[in-house]
């Protein structure tokens, strides 16, 4: 009789586990939970270096501080240049002089063919120095390429800097851009202009994004892509670095 009943039993448990294992398998596949993080990048973003030895002068906007396209940002002490563009007016006007008279002395036949071509050419070297130190004052004080924000200043006031050091750090955040990594097989719902959300950390709200371009290429290895967005609106309490959790409504494979 036990041995029945214990049959029984078996049986009893054997058929709710695969009534319980049909269940399970006929449930309909789950849209992909993961996590994709995302950083806010400026638009557009430069490193600004000298192009003459000089002392800086001023840096009229500070550090965080916002300018328009063509503000000057930096200015430098260039007494020494400006000595030698007047230096160099002063040597095209004698050579100016000596070729204006070479010229009247050879049509009188008082000078050679030589004579006034050494003069031609010594008011061509002239002149040429003249449009060098002109090139090389234009240096001496930096524009902005575009308006934004100074992110970082890498000098200060009164210091003396060589061709090619680093100035300024500056971005356009007119518009702030999102990057992410997400798998390849978002591209199959995620598009250009696809609208989409983000929740930032540092704020704790959610705003609304759209996506703007996607990778060249995906990633054969791990099989993902890269996707570029913007933020959708004017937000002064976002700031470039900052980053959050995309959410997409990813549909079920």
Known sequence: MRAIVFCTTVATLSFAALVSFGTEAAEPARPELREIRAQLTP?????LAAEVGAKVQSLPVPEGGAFKAGQTLV?????????QLQKSKAVLAAADATLQSTTRLSELNSAGKLELEIAGTEAAKARADLSYNNILLGKCHIAAPFAGRVSEQKVREQQYVQPGQTLLEIMDDSTLELEFIAPSHWMSFLKVNSPFEIRIDETGKTYPAGVVRTAAKVDPVSQSVKFTAQIRGRFPELVAGMSGRVIVDVPAR
């Open 75 to 83: 200015q430098f002490d260039c007494s020494l240049q400006q000595a």
């Open 43 to 47: 638009k557009r973003f430069t490193t």
